[in-house]
């Protein structure tokens, strides 16, 4: 009696490593939404905690299409409700009067959050990952092959647009 398990098919292989995505992404979006919870009372979403992270990076001002560039996001109706959002709980201010002048910073009671988001993150996701073995997990590679994938969704969706094969 053989214990071999049979080999997949292409398709079954790439449904997995499509679930897998799915499950990567639910994950990720509760974790950026309870750690948030870990430091603040503000019931922020997933999303949201992502804008106030997109505001915040480098801490330079950034207009709407910069935030959805940085998220790689297109939904700018969505967009705009995070960060009507985040402007009336004052984590984030808005500066320029006019749609295509209009930026936004991170405010100072933004940044304590971000930052005690960002310790929060160290003390508990770092820690976790340092127990993999070192041979199994280099993040460096893994953000090059993310970012490789997600490339190559982004081709395969523009070729669906332009039906091409």
Not at 50 to 71: P, Q, W
Not at 81 to 103: A, D
Request: glycine share 6%; with cysteine.
């Amino acid at each position: 009696m053989s214990t071999q398990t049979p080999k997949r098919s292409d398709e079954e292989i790439l449904a997995g490593f499509e679930y897998a995505l799915w499950h990567l992404g639910a994950a990720f979006s509760r974790w950026r939404r309870d750690c948030f919870a870990a430091v603040s009372d503000l019931g922020l979403s997933g999303s949201e905690t992502s804008i106030l992270h997109a505001v915040e990076m480098n801490g330079t001002a950034k207009g709407l299409m910069d935030i959805s560039r940085l998220l790689h996001r297109d939904d700018l109706p969505n967009l705009q409700y995070g960060l009507k959002k985040l402007l009336q709980i004052k984590l984030i201010e808005k500066r320029g009067t006019s749609r295509k002048t209009t930026n936004y910073v991170i405010s100072e009671s933004g940044k304590a959050v971000v930052l005690a988001y960002k310790k929060k993150r160290q003390e508990t996701l770092l820690r976790l990952f340092k127990q993999l073995p070192q041979d199994a997990f280099d993040m460096e590679n893994m953000v090059a092959l993310m970012h490789v994938m997600t490339g190559i969704y982004d081709q395969s969706g523009d070729l669906l647009l332009h039906h091409q094969d």
